[in-house]
C-alpha cells in the first residue's frame, strides 16, 4: 500500500503542494492504477510512453476518490502544473517525516545486488525497492510504498537515458549516494559512455553531505564479490553501522548469481540482464577448468554491439563457450577461443550434453540479456 506522511486530508496535501483542495476528503492512501480508486483514496495519474493516466481522472472522482491533476475537474482535485513534480515532493516530503537513513544506488551494473545485500545485512527495519522497480516511477513508489517502522531506506534507481534524473535529484534527498561503476549499457539511447556517466553522476545532487558519495569508479578490485562486500562495507560504515558482511551469508536473488545444484554439478543463474563487463566479472570468478559459459546476446549496445560481443569472447577464452543470439552468431567465428560452439535456440538447445556436463560435477554459467530470455534453458535442464 501506498501511503503519504504528515497529511490527514486534501488541504493540507494542496497547501503543501501551493495549491487549493475542492471537496475536502480524509486520504488514507496513494493509488496509481485507477481501477483501485476509492473513497478516502487519492489518485496519482501517471505519465508513460504507452499510458496517460489522465485519462482516468474523471472516472476515479466518480468513483469517490481525490485526485491530482493538471487539469480543472468537479469534485476532490488539487490542479497542479506536474503531477510527477508534485508526485516527487510528497514522497520527500514522507522522508523528512519519517526520517530513515536514506540510500540512493544507481550505475550500469551491480544495483539490485548492493540494495539486496544493504537490506539482508541490516536487517528488518530497513525499507528496500522492491524487485527491480527502479524507473522513474518505481523510486517514488518505493518511498511512498515504505512504513511507518522503517529506520533504514534504500532506493535502486535505474535511468535509460540523458537527463532521468534531474527532477529527481533537485528535490529527493539522501544520507549515501552509491555509485557501482558506469559501462555501456544503453548506449543506444545514451549515446555515449561519457552521457552514461553525466546522467548518472546527477543523483549526486541528492546528497544531504558531499562526503558520503562512494564512487566505484575508483575501486580496484576485478572480483564482483569483492567489489560488492567493499561497497556495502563502506556505506555502513558511513552510518555508523558496524556489520560483519560475509559473501556466504548472502543468497543472490533469482537470476543475479544464484547457484541451483543440479545432478552432481550447478547452475548459476545470471540470466536476469547481461552487459560486457558483468558478464566477464561475474564469470572470471569461476574456474574455467569446472565451469563451461552458455551466453545471450547482449542488448541496446548500439553501433559497438559486435565489437564488444567479439571483444567479451576474447576475454573469456580459457573457458569452454556455447552461444545463442544473432549477434553472437556473426562474430562467434573470429574469436580467440578454440572452445566455442553456436546454438540458434531451444530446438537445437544441447540439452543432452549440458546434462552430461553436470553429472560430471561441472558448473554450468548462464547470461545474457532480458530480450536473450536464457531463463528458459535453464528451465529446460531443471524441467527435464
Not at 496509481?32 to 510512453?49: H, T, V, W
Not at 491533476?69 to 469534485?75: A, K, P, R, T
Not at 573457458?319 to 574469436?335: H, P
Amino acid at each position: 500500500m501506498y501511503k503519504l506522511n504528515g497529511f490527514r486530508d486534501l488541504e493540507q496535501i494542496a497547501k503543501f503542494l501551493g495549491s487549493s483542495a475542492t471537496n475536502n476528503m480524509v486520504i488514507n492512501e496513494v493509488v496509481f492504477d485507477s481501477r483501485q480508486a476509492k473513497k478516502n483514496s487519492l489518485f496519482i495519474p501517471l505519465k508513460g510512453e504507452q499510458f496517460d493516466g489522465e485519462e482516468f481522472v474523471q472516472d476515479c472522482l466518480n468513483r469517490g476518490a481525490a485526485c491530482l491533476s493538471m487539469n480543472s475537474h468537479e469534485g476532490a482535485v488539487i490542479q497542479v502544473p506536474n503531477v510527477y513534480t508534485a508526485l516527487l515532493k510528497l514522497a520527500q516530503q514522507k522522508i523528512e517525516n519519517l526520517s530513515p537513513v536514506t540510500f540512493f544506488i544507481t550505475g550500469s551494473y551491480g544495483k539490485t545486488t548492493i540494495k539486496d545485500m544493504l537490506k539482508f545485512f541490516i536487517g528488518a527495519d530497513c525499507h528496500a525497492t522492491s524487485s527491480n522497480e527502479n524507473n522513474e516511477f518505481g523510486i517514488p513508489f518505493t518511498i511512498l510504498s515504505m512504513p511507518e517502522s522503517a529506520k533504514f531506506l534504500v532506493v535502486e534507481c535505474g535511468a535509460r537515458k540523458q537527463w532521468d534524473f534531474e527532477e529527481i535529484s533537485s528535490i529527493l534527498k539522501c544520507d549515501v549516494f552509491i555509485l557501482t561503476g558506469i559501462a555501456g549499457n544503453h548506449l543506444e539511447t545514451f549515446g555515449s559512455i561519457k552521457e552514461i556517466e553525466n546522467t548518472k553522476l546527477q543523483l549526486r545532487h541528492s546528497l544531504r553531505n558531499q562526503a558520503n558519495f562512494i564512487d566505484g569508479r575508483i575501486i580496484q578490485e576485478t572480483n564482483y564479490e569483492r567489489f560488492n562486500k567493499l561497497l556495502v562495507e563502506q556505506a555502513l560504515s558511513l552510518i555508523n553501522l558496524e556489520k560483519e558482511i560475509h559473501n556466504d551469508d548472502f543468497v543472490p536473488s533469482s537470476g543475479r548469481g544464484n547457484e541451483i545444484q543440479l545432478y552432481e554439478g550447478k547452475i548459476i543463474d545470471h540470466t536476469y540482464n547481461a552487459s560486457p563487463h558483468t558478464m566477464v566479472s561475474t564469470a572470471s570468478k569461476y574456474d574455467p577448468k569446472e565451469t563451461i559459459l552458455i551466453l545471450g546476446d547482449m542488448a541496446e549496445l548500439g553501433d559497438t554491439e559486435d565489437k564488444l560481443h567479439l571483444s567479451t569472447l576474447n576475454e573469456l577464452k580459457e573457458y569452454q563457450i556455447f552461444v545463442t543470439g544473432n549477434i553472437f552468431k556473426k562474430v562467434f567465428s573470429k574469436a580467440d577461443s578454440k572452445q566455442l560452439t553456436y546454438f540458434q535456440g531451444i530446438t537445437d538447445f544441447p540439452k543432452d550434453i549440458f546434462v552430461k556436463l553436470l553429472k560430471e560435477g561441472k558448473n554450468l554459467y548462464f547470461k545474457g540479456s532480458r530480450s536473450s530470455k536464457m531463463e528458459n534453458y535453464i528451465e529446460a535442464l531443471i524441467n527435464d
